[in-house]
C-alpha cells in the first residue's frame, strides 16, 4: 500500500497525515499533522482538505501512516466509547536543531503510555541521543488530551494482544492535493 491513491479498507482505519503547503501570508511551506479515520483514499483525501489551514492549491502529503499496532496493543476505531483505561495512545512531536543549519527539525512518533510524562521518556528514549538542544514541542493523548479522544467520530481504543508487532513504517514521498 505504497500510494494514498490505492487503498480501500474493509472497516474504517487510524491514519497519521503529515500535510504541508502554504499560508495566505506566510513566505515559506508550514507543516501539520492531522489523525483521520478513513476506509478509502477519497474519503480520507476530503478530511484532510477539511482540516488544513492554508492555502488549498498548494496543499499536499509528505508522509502518512496506518497505525494498526503497536508496543503490542492493537489499535481499534469504533463508534462505540471504550470503558476507561490505563493505557493510551500518544502522538510525541519532539524539536532539535542540526549545527550550523536554520531552523527547526522534528521527529514525530507514536507511543502507547499510562501518562504523558511517561510517554514523553519513552519518545525521548526512542529517538536519536545525539540530536541538538532536543525539546518537547507538542504532545497529544488521542484518548483525552486536549479533547481528542476521538478521531472523527470514532473512537480510538487499544487492545493489547502482546503480539510484537511494529508501528508500520511511513510512507514518505510528496503527494499533491491541490483542489
Known amino acids: 500500500m505504497a500510494y494514498l491513491e490505492q487503498f480501500s479498507f474493509e472497516s474504517p482505519k487510524m491514519l497519521v497525515f503529515c500535510l504541508g503547503g502554504h499560508t495566505e501570508y506566510g513566505k515559506l511551506e508550514v507543516h501539520d499533522v492531522v489523525f483521520v479515520v478513513a476506509k478509502t483514499d477519497k474519503e480520507a483525501i476530503e478530511k484532510m482538505r477539511k482540516a ?47 549545527p550550523l543549519q536554520i531552523g527547526e527539525h522534528h521527529f514525530m512518533t507514536l507511543v502507547t503510555a499510562g501518562s504523558k510524562r511517561e510517554a514523553m521518556k519513552l519518545a525521548m528514549n526512542e529517538c536519536s541521543s545525539d540530536l541538538h538542544m532536543l525539546h518537547l514541542d507538542d504532545l497529544h493523548d488521542l484518548d483525552g488530551c486536549i479533547n481528542i479522544d476521538k478521531v472523527d467520530e470514532y473512537f480510538i481504543t487499544l487492545e493489547y494482544t502482546g503480539l510484537d508487532k511494529d508501528l508500520a513504517q511511513p510512507i514518505n514521498g510528496y503527494l499533491n492535493l491541490r483542489s
Open 52 to 98: 488544513w489551514f492554508g492555502t488549498q492549491k498548494s496543499l499536499h502529503v509528505d508522509s502518512w501512516l496506518v497505525v494498526e499496532s503497536i508496543n503490542g496493543y492493537e489499535v481499534r476505531v469504533t463508534k462505540t466509547k471504550p470503558p476507561n483505561k490505563n493505557t493510551h495512545l500518544y502522538f510525541v512531536n519532539l524539536g532539535y536543531y542540526i
